[in-house]
């Protein structure tokens, strides 16, 4: 029994590793909305998370809550580390312009 729970569990946590897996999630600032303004995230594990600036001036992707803050020039995407969450909401907004404004939903 002890030996069927272990395999079970590594199966899970394989599968959950390859859900995060290596592509990034991606997020576009573009006339000042996030696109898409809630993006859902996966809990407990690290993710990439890529950001890219559609816009014609320098954004500030920024993030109290995770304590992360990236200046972002025109047309310019960073791959932002983040990861592993608790479950729940992590706001995110372009210091700059204080409109524009999502958040990150770890399941």
């Not at 899970?12 to 898409?36: I, Q, Y």
């Not at 990861?83 to 404004?101: E, I, Q, V």
Request: aromatic fraction near 10%; hydrophobic fraction near 40%.
């Amino acid at each position: 029994m002890i030996v069927r729970f272990a395999f079970l569990l590594l199966f899970c946590l394989s599968t959950v590793a390859a859900l995060a897996g290596d592509e990034p999630l991606r997020l576009v600032l573009h006339d000042h909305k996030f696109a898409p303004e809630q993006l859902d995230v996966p809990a407990h594990v690290k993710f990439r998370l890529l950001v890219k600036n559609d816009s014609d001036a320098d954004i500030e992707w920024e993030s109290d809550e995770l304590d992360r803050e990236e200046v972002i020039s025109p047309g310019e995407e960073r791959t932002i580390y983040l990861g592993p969450l608790d479950p729940g909401g992590y706001p995110f907004y372009d210091d700059r312009h204080s409109a524009s404004k999502g958040v990150l939903i770890a399941k």
